[in-house]
DNA sequence: CGGACAAACTAACGCTTGTTAGTATCACGG
DNA sequence: CCGTGATACTAACAAGCGTTAGTTTGTCCG
């Protein structure tokens, strides 16, 4: 109706909110502009005025996503006193990292599953920066095992194997699904806490049986 | 070369192979029924001989991934004497699951994340499948409760966490990268055992700050 | 009132998509 | 040696794709 400017629409936002609930639901490739631009109440040519390729569009939801994620991380953390110990630490990580993932599990889910649809640099970007939450896990870990609060079966594999447990509460939790955040932040804290501290787990190993 | 069959060669599986490689690096809607036939070395059309339509191989390769994930684990519980603990059960549980999505990375991650592709009723019976493991760990879970063995943060939690993050192994894995199967099977064995067994591990709550 | 700007519109572009129809080529059984 | 069946080929289809150009509309400032 009104080919003008709607005051206070900001229709930028309401095209990442479009693109990011089809984006998460049906995925980047099997979206098309079009139908970015029928959710928004636009034709497709519009969206250009906005965003300069689909990608960008892509680009500019991953992004946000991550850089968001990483600051709701760092406040998190840096709320602790400096002498934190190990094991704070980690509570804080986990718990913010699982809160994060519940409650923005559309952003999560494109950031995880849609990074394919980037060019390659705006791809090795977000590898990049998903890099910095290993890194930064890691080092709470060996802090951890340096006070001796901590004992990894493995460094490296406890950091991937504690990361993607979070990551993955994107791909079931639902609002108002019977659980509540608080629920499931709680329990995920426990289980990393599990992970990394160490009471003489019984190991068992089957008989291997072939490749490497 | 030779419009006619060529003896051994199996176009269908070729298909499927070139296809698994392709729908798991690109996606499956980013990549052509073009594409697929020229990685296999046909015309676009020829592909119709062996299948019906592109959803039937995405529909193809899912479903039988997940049935040879099922076979896998049912033949190594089954491995296992009647009286068996749960704990050796969830040994050889993880055990096989580990291995499965180590050795079968591209195939796994069809599964978990070309899902959309498939059409409503393909789609529900994978859901369908992939419940079953759900189950076959939730009852593994629960023996080990009820003999005493196992002390659960949370049970259905705990199932979640454990599967997302052996499912994840098939994100990182690459064969010949420095970690073998029989290091990570066993990393992950010691962890999944962690994450069940009742040293009160310490857990910490952050103040909670808003949603549910 | 008038000119500038932002943002919407329509219409089309060149290409690619999944799929189908009709035809040609080979191996093999009778 | 011929007929049958499987499998490949070529060519085309209608539809949809991302994107662009040019135009219209409305708002706001001077």
Redesign the interface.
């Known amino acids: 109706m009104s080919p003008a400017s709607a005051p206070g629409a900001d229709t930028a936002e309401v095209i990442r909110r479009s693109a990011l609930k089809l984006f998460a639901?049906?995925?980047y490739?099997?979206t098309s502009m079009r139908e970015i631009a029928a959710a928004v109440g636009i034709q497709a040519g519009s969206l250009y005025n906005h965003f300069s390729s689909k990608e960008e569009i892509l680009w500019d939801l991953t992004r946000g996503a991550l850089l968001d994620l990483r600051e709701h991380i760092d406040t998190?953390l840096a709320r602790l006193p400096a002498d934190t110990s190990a094991?704070?630490k980690l509570?804080?990580f986990i718990?913010a990292h699982v809160r994060f993932h519940a409650?923005n599990s559309e952003r999560a889910r494109i950031v995880n599953?849609q990074m394919?649809?980037l060019n390659r640099t705006h791809y090795r970007e977000i590898v990049g920066l998903r890099r910095t939450f290993e890194e930064q896990l890691a080092g709470i870990l060996d802090d951890g095992v340096r006070e001796g609060s901590f004992s990894l079966?493995?460094s490296r594999?406890?950091v991937?194997?504690i990361l993607?447990?979070c990551?993955?509460v994107s791909?079931?939790f639902r609002?108002g699904g019977g659980?509540?955040?608080?629920?499931?932040?709680?329990?995920?804290?426990?289980?990393a806490?599990?992970?990394v501290?160490g009471?003489p787990?019984?190991?068992?190993?089957?008989r291997?049986g072939g490749?490497?």
Chains 1, 2 share one sequence.
């Open positions: 639901h049906e995925g490739e099997a998190a094991s704070a509570s804080s718990d409650l599953q394919s649809g079966v493995d594999l406890s991937y194997a993607q447990m990551i993955a791909n079931w609002k659980l509540s955040v608080d629920e499931v932040a709680t329990t995920y804290v426990a289980l806490h599990r992970m501290i009471s787990a019984p190991v068992r190993r089957r291997s490749t490497s």
